[in-house]
């Protein structure tokens, strides 16, 4: 009886993860601000000093608005980028039309603060304030990337599918509106479809002993919401552009981008399929040179993404320079605290295989500190729980030191 009434209520434990997450949400806002009131954002007339996408998709949203269609370059209906982000750019310029770049930058300062809030609650109040504290996520708050608004759909549909796979009686709304945020997360970065598949391979491992609803009831009505979403993104491409597109066409731009070890720019052959030209070149590499070739796929590319903070699409300030060792160290950190999180927090291990597969898919792609970004929370998740559980293995190791011992018979 002791032992039981020592426990936190599951009220007491719900009232506190509540509060972390507010917690973590005023510290990641009040960051924001101040960052924002350190480093000024350019005018308007100043385009040019943002990233080369963030000109793209501003005109692109100004399309938009004035009846133009959907088109990236300009010339013409394309699917060349999903729709998720130009639609949330589209809606700030139609919404604020007088100061429309402010009010992306505080619009975001918001989603990013939601997203530490969103850790905190699922993963404990540490992780929620190293995400709200991460450089990186300070800063693109003021950029015009999609990686703000992805991140919060990202961490949102891996926290509700935790919970779907961790929780003895799932509900039908927690898989809908999972469903509903990777639907969002995919329609602004194509990388997350991957996820609810790897996920679902893992269902059983990921699913402790006392759950007793299948994992594939949830994944089902998870992924079916999802497709849903996406929907009136098919049927546009293929009344538009009379064929089936299910994200975006320049994949294969990035994909071949990154095959060679020497960082060359290859050029796909006019005429030639991208997506064979790209299984032309792996083949001829493993057989002309392995050894090198497997290097650079792996351990050269982890080492290029993962070795530097993201800082590119617009100035700041000097924020973000000497962090190289804060970014290695919440690599390893994080990447322990994972495989930690995996043996003895079935809550987070969705973090883990969510991790290990963006990771992965990493490797696919040309070695971009950008497609780094997402995998930075996830590092955040699992270093926050990791010194969470050994700080709190001391409390009980300095308790049971110092505890009052009961005289021998």
Known sequence: MAATASRPAPDSRSWARAAGAGAAFLVALGVRAAFFAAVPQPPASQLASYAQDSVHYLALAQRLLAGHGYSFWGNGPDAYVSPGYPLFVAAILHLFPSHPLQAIRWIQAVLGA?????????????????????????????SILTEVLFLLLLVGY????????????????????????????????????????????????????AARVRPSYGL??????????????????????HRLVLFATQASNPLVSGLSP??????????????IFALQYVLHALRT?????????????WSAVLTQTY???TPNGGFLQGLAHYQ??????????????????????????????????????????????????LFAVGAGALIAGVFRGLLVLVRRLTGPRTAPP
């Open 262 to 275: 020497q960082g060359a720019s290859l050029q796909v052959p006019a005429g030639t399929n991208a997506y």
């Open 158 to 209: 891996l926290a509700l599918h935790a919970r779907l796979l961790t929780s003895p009686r799932p509900s039908r709304g927690a898989a809908v509106a999972a469903g509903i945020l990777l639907g969002l997360a995919v329609l602004t970065r194509p990388i997350a479809a991957a996820l609810p598949v790897v996920i679902g391979l893992c269902g059983r491992w990921i699913r402790p002993a």
């Open 220 to 241: 089902g009505l998870v992924v079916a919401t999802a497709a849903l979403v996406n929907l009136p993104w098919w049927l546009r491409n293929v009344i538009v552009l």
């Open 311 to 313: 800082a590119g699409g």
């Open 114 to 142: 939601a997203t530490a809030a969103v850790v905190a609650g699922w993963a404990g109040f540490l992780a929620g304030v190293i995400v709200a504290l991460y450089p990186s996520f300070i800063w693109s708050t003021g």
């Open 328 to 377: 290695i160290a919440l690599c390893w950190v994080g990447g322990a605290g994972l495989a930690w999180a995996a043996i003895f927090r079935p809550r987070l291990r969705v973090a883990t295989v969510a991790a290990a597969t963006l990771a992965i898919l990493l490797l696919a792609f040309i070695p971009s500190v950008r497609y780094g970004y997402p995998l930075m929370a």
């Open 289 to 301: 040179d392995p050894g090198r070739f497997l290097q650079w796929m792996t351990v050269g590319k």
